[in-house]
């Protein structure tokens, strides 16, 4: 087996995760943009805690860190993780999402925690 290979196990695992629309666009954002809780309720329309339960879901098996600056925590992909270069090809077929993060920020609700 080639190094770089992903077990037939991880890899179901990985697409389980990543199954949730919710998870599956989060990480796609947080690929290219660290983000925090509140903007996540902002744009799923979902409460704090079942963000948060998401991404302790995703931060478990290490797709996502998470960066505390101040009292605020930011997440995003954790691109050294032994399954990112499957999960990147994943996410490369995917529809860009700045979309949602373009709204946030005409609405003028983009990192409200801050």
């Not at 860190?65 to 009292?71: D, F, I, L, Y």
């Not at 999960?87 to 409200?112: A, C, F, H, M, Y």
Request: aromatic fraction near 8%; hydrophobic fraction near 35%.
């Amino acid at each position: 087996m080639l190094k770089t290979a992903i077990e037939m196990d991880r890899a179901a695992m990985i697409l389980r995760l990543l199954g949730d629309k919710t998870r599956l666009t989060m990480v796609k954002i947080l690929d290219s943009h660290d983000c925090c809780v509140c903007e996540f309720v902002e744009i799923f329309k979902v409460s704090q805690p079942s963000i948060s339960q998401h991404l302790r879901k995703l931060k478990d098996v290490g797709l996502v860190k998470e960066e505390r600056r101040g009292q605020w925590i930011f997440y995003s992909v954790n691109k050294s993780n032994e399954y990112y270069p499957f999960v990147s090809q994943i996410l490369s077929q995917l529809p860009d999402q700045d979309d949602k993060l373009n709204e946030l920020e005409k609405q003028g609700t983009r990192i409200t925690c801050c």
